[in-house]
């Protein structure tokens, strides 16, 4: 007899990561967001929220484009907990939640936190640095004459994509755009070379101060060490 648990091979990068991580926890993350005694009864979170994780890490940049992934893709109906035959959410459930119950708070940092402590738990993630084709190098310009200016952070670079895509669905429906709730974004002020505005001063272990350009420097969370050079 052919089932859902046979058509997912053994090896599947989303049977390790379910061997290694519980994602019930996110139920009580987000338990005040939601009203037990009111209204229509709500999609899983556990589910909202694992959509989400499959889009990044597969790089599907739309959630309307998820859900079309998952109706076909057996693995992921697995990983959800669906049949084949369960009615997947619509875009616009996850888009809505995403947009308006989950909007202004740290839950997606909270989550982000938790799965890494199960991860370092489980001995996955050591908490070393880890890099990936970076290198440092020195700049031409002088460290005594630099500009500080506020550079804007984007740490949600995915949920800005998501919304992107929904807001041309919606063009192509010829629907108006939903409306952009004002953020203010978060800025560091890193030290610029007054004549070349895309050097910056990095403070490099076992390095002097000097202006210099960083690139693709990754390391795991929770690590205290400094970017050092390759």
């Given at each position: 007899?052919?089932?859902?648990?046979?058509?997912?091979?053994?090896?599947?990068?989303?049977?390790?990561?379910?061997?290694f991580i519980d994602f019930e926890f996110i139920r009580d993350k987000v338990r005040h967001l939601?009203?037990?005694?009111?209204?229509?009864?709500?999609?899983?979170?556990?589910?909202?929220?694992?959509?989400?994780?499959?889009?990044?890490?597969y790089g599907i940049r739309s959630e309307r484009q998820v859900v079309k992934?998952?109706?076909?893709?057996?693995?992921?109906?697995?990983?959800?907990?669906?049949?084949?035959?369960?009615?997947?959410?619509?875009?616009?459930?996850?888009?809505?939640?995403?947009?308006?119950?989950?909007?202004?708070?740290?839950?997606?940092?909270?989550?982000?936190?938790?799965?890494?402590?199960?991860?370092?738990?489980?001995?996955?993630?050591?908490?070393?640095?880890?890099?990936?084709?970076?290198?440092?190098?020195?700049?031409?310009?002088?460290?005594?004459?630099?500009?500080?200016?506020?550079?804007?952070?984007?740490?949600?670079?995915?949920?800005?994509?998501?919304?992107?895509?929904?807001?041309?669905?919606?063009?192509?429906?010829?629907?108006?755009?939903?409306?952009?709730?004002?953020?203010?974004?978060?800025?560091?002020?890193?030290?610029?070379?007054?004549?070349?505005?895309?050097?910056?001063?990095?403070?490099?272990?076992?390095?002097?101060?000097?202006?210099?350009?960083?690139?693709?420097?990754?390391?795991?969370?929770?690590?205290?060490?400094?970017?050092?050079?390759?």
């Open positions: 007899m052919v089932t859902l648990e046979s058509l997912v091979p053994s090896d599947h990068l989303l049977r390790q990561i379910d061997a939601y009203c037990i005694d009111n209204g229509r009864p709500a999609t899983d979170p556990v589910v909202l929220f694992k959509l989400l994780f499959i889009g990044y890490l992934e998952v109706q076909v893709n057996v693995a992921y109906r697995w990983f959800l907990g669906f049949s084949l035959t369960d009615k997947i959410p619509d875009a616009s459930t996850i888009s809505q939640n995403r947009r308006r119950r989950f909007v202004g708070t740290s839950i997606y940092q909270e989550i982000f936190d938790a799965i890494v402590e199960q991860a370092q738990a489980a001995g996955l993630v050591g908490g070393r640095v880890l890099y990936t084709d970076s290198t440092h190098l020195k700049a031409s310009a002088n460290k005594n004459k630099f500009d500080v200016q506020d550079v804007e952070v984007k740490p949600q670079d995915y949920l800005e994509a998501l919304d992107e895509a929904v807001d041309e669905d919606r063009e192509l429906h010829g629907k108006r755009p939903l409306k952009a709730k004002p953020a203010r974004p978060k800025t560091r002020p890193p030290r610029l070379a007054a004549p070349m505005p895309t050097v910056a001063t990095w403070f490099v272990m076992a390095s002097p101060r000097v202006f210099s350009t960083w690139i693709i420097a990754r390391w795991t969370a929770a690590t205290t060490s400094s970017p050092t050079p390759m």
